[in-house]
C-alpha cells in the first residue's frame, strides 16, 4: 500500500476523531455555562430574598409590555414598599428604588454609573461629567463648578429671553386661532439655541435655519452642532492666544461655557485635553437641552391642563413684567406662584425619569435591609414622586405642595437628581424654565388637545409616545 492510499484510509478517522472531540468539548463548555448561570441566578435570588417583588419567569425575567414601563413601576410603589428586584432576564436583575431614605442612602454613596446604561452614549458625546466616575469624575466636576456661578449664570438669561421670542414669533405665525401644535420638537429646537450660544457664542439661530416641520429638525440641528465642536474649540485656542489673561478677556465680551473650560484648571495646574474639552461641550449641550426641552414641554401640557392654576401664573407674571420686553435674573426669584408650579409640574414629569448605579460597595438600608456588592440600583424619581407614602393623592396637580411653608424629606423631590453627582446645571436649567413659562404665558394661553393626550414613556429624557399637542391661543 503506498503512503497515499494510507493517509486517504488515515484521513476520515481523523476528522472523525476531532469532532468527537469537539463535542464533547462544547457540550463541557455549555454546561459549564448552565452551572454558572444557575449559581450566579440562585445567588441574585438569594440576596434579594428580603424584598417582595412579582412573580417572573426564570429566564425570561418580568415581562412588561413596551411603553407600559411606567405603568409597571408605578403598579410596584403601591404593592412593594421602598424598592423592588425588576428581573430583567436569567440573570440580569434592576434593583428599582423609589423611597426617599433608600434614595438618600445610595445618592450619599460613590458608586459610578451602571456601564450597561450610557456606555451607548460614549461615542456621542464621549467621556464627560455625565459618564465619568471616580477621581476623573470629581476632578473634573470641581474645574467646572466655578462655570455655573451666579455671576456666569445672571447674563444667560437675556440669550434664554431671545430663544424664547424665536420660538413665539413663530408660534404666530403658524398658529391658527383652533389650530393644535406638537410643541415638543419646537422647544427643543430653542433650548438647543440657547445651549449653542451659551456654550460657545454661536451666532444666528438653528430655530430659523431648521425650519421643516418633521421631527428630524432638532436631531440635524443637534448633529450640526456636534460635528462643529472641534472646530470652534481650535478658532476659541487661537482668539483666546491674542486676547491673554481671562480678565483681558472678559473685559472684551461675555465669556462663554467654552471660554470658562479653557481658563480652567485642575488642582494639579493642568487643563483639560481637546478631548476632554469636546466631551464636556458636547455633554453640556446633550445635557441643556433634551432634558430642559422635555420639563419645557411638560409644564405647558400640565399648566394647559389646569387653566385655574394657569391663570394665576400668569396674573402674576403680567404684575412683574407688564408686557415682557423684558425679564432680569431679579424677577426669577419674584416669580413665587409661578414656581410653585413648575415645582409640582416637574415632580408629576420629571425629565429624567431615572438613573442608574452599580453598587461598589454592599450597602444597609434603614429598615434594615441589605444589598451586597455587584447590584445594580435604578433610582426611580419617577416612581419616587409618584409614591403615594410620600406625597398624598401624587397624580392631582397641587402646587400648594411647594409653598415656602411646606416642609417635606428632603429627598422627596429630584427633579435634577441629588448628592454630590446632581445636576451641576440645575440653576441654569431652572432659570430657562421659568424664561420659557413667564414669557409664553405673556403671549397664549395653552389649552389641551383633547383627542391627542400625551403618553409618558421613559427614555433618557422624559418623552410622549404620541408627541405632546397643545392649541395655542393668543393672547390680545
Known amino acids: 500500500m503506498s503512503v497515499s492510499d494510507l493517509s486517504a484510509t488515515r484521513f476520515p478517522g481523523s476528522i472523525s476523531g476531532f469532532l468527537q472531540v469537539a463535542s464533547v468539548l462544547s457540550l463541557l463548555l455549555v ?27 426564570w429566564f425570561f425575567g418580568h415581562k412588561v409590555p413596551k411603553d407600559q414601563e411606567l405603568q409597571d413601576i408605578l403598579t410596584r410603589v403601591k404593592n412593594f414598599p ?33 456601564h450597561g446604561s450610557y456606555r451607548f452614549l ?8 455625565l459618564l465619568l466616575n471616580g477621581e476623573t469624575w470629581f476632578q473634573h466636576r470641581r474645574m467646572l463648578t466655578p462655570a455655573f456661578h451666579y ?11 431671545d430663544s424664547v421670542h424665536v420660538m413665539l414669533d413663530k408660534w404666530e405665525q403658524i398658529v391658527g386661532q383652533d389650530s393644535t401644535l406638537e410643541i415638543f ?13 451659551c456654550a460657545f ?18 436631531i440635524s440641528a443637534y448633529q450640526l452642532a456636534h460635528d462643529h465642536t472641534d472646530k470652534v474649540i481650535k478658532s476659541r485656542k487661537a482668539q483666546l492666544k491674542d486676547e491673554g489673561e481671562l480678565e483681558k478677556a472678559r473685559k472684551k465680551r461675555r465669556l462663554d461655557f467654552l471660554d470658562l473650560l479653557l481658563f480652567a484648571r485642575m488642582e494639579n495646574g493642568s487643563i483639560l485635553s481637546d478631548k476632554d474639552l469636546r466631551a464636556e461641550v458636547d455633554t453640556f449641550m446633550f445635557e441643556g437641552h433634551d432634558t430642559t426641552a422635555s420639563g419645557i414641554s411638560w409644564i405647558f401640557y400640565a399648566l394647559a391642563t389646569h387653566p385655574e392654576y394657569q391663570k394665576r ?88 405642595r411647594f409653598a415656602p411653608e ?44 383633547p383627542t391627542r393626550i400625551p403618553v409618558p414613556i421613559p427614555r433618557l429624557v422624559l418623552k410622549s409616545k404620541n408627541g405632546i399637542h397643545l392649541r395655542l391661543k393668543k393672547l390680545q
Request: glycine share 6%; proline share 8%.
Open 406 to 449: 411646606s416642609s417635606r424629606h428632603s429627598h422627596s423631590f429630584l427633579p435634577f437628581s441629588g448628592g454630590a453627582r446632581n445636576c451641576i446645571g440645575k440653576q441654569f436649567a431652572m432659570n430657562e424654565l421659568k424664561v420659557a413659562v413667564a414669557l409664553t404665558l405673556l403671549r397664549f394661553e395653552l389649552l389641551p388637545d
Open 31 to 57: 454546561l459549564f455555562k448552565v452551572v454558572q448561570f444557575y449559581l450566579h441566578r440562585q445567588w441574585l435570588l438569594r440576596n434579594t430574598q428580603q424584598f417582595p417583588c412579582p412573580p417572573s419567569h
Open 151 to 161: 455671576d456666569i449664570l445672571k447674563p444667560y438669561v437675556k440669550t434664554m429671553a
Open 313 to 400: 401664573c400668569r396674573e402674576e407674571v403680567q404684575s412683574l413684567l407688564g408686557d415682557g420686553s423684558s425679564i432680569t435674573w431679579d424677577h426669577l426669584d419674584q416669580m413665587s406662584y409661578t414656581t410653585m408650579c413648575i415645582k409640582e409640574a416637574l415632580r408629576l414629569y420629571p425629565p429624567v425619569p431615572g438613573v442608574s448605579r452599580d453598587l461598589s460597595t454592599p450597602v444597609t438600608f434603614p429598615d434594615g435591609r441589605s444589598l451586597p456588592k455587584g447590584i445594580s440600583v435604578l433610582l426611580s424619581f419617577y416612581g419616587l414622586h409618584h409614591n403615594p407614602t410620600v406625597w398624598p393623592n401624587p397624580e392631582v396637580f397641587d402646587p400648594s
Open 82 to 114: 421602598s424598592a423592588c428586584p425588576h428581573w430583567l432576564w436569567g440573570t440580569k436583575l434592576r434593583f428599582q428604588v423609589y423611597d426617599p431614605d433608600y434614595m438618600k442612602v445610595i445618592l450619599g454613596r460613590s458608586d459610578p454609573k451602571a
Open 201 to 218: 457664542s454661536h451666532e444666528g439661530s438653528v430655530q430659523l435655519d431648521n425650519l421643516s416641520s418633521n421631527g428630524r429638525q432638532a
Open 185 to 197: 420638537q419646537h422647544i427643543s429646537l430653542m433650548t438647543l439655541d440657547t445651549i449653542m450660544k
Open 122 to 129: 460614549a461615542p456621542w458625546i464621549g467621556y464627560g461629567l
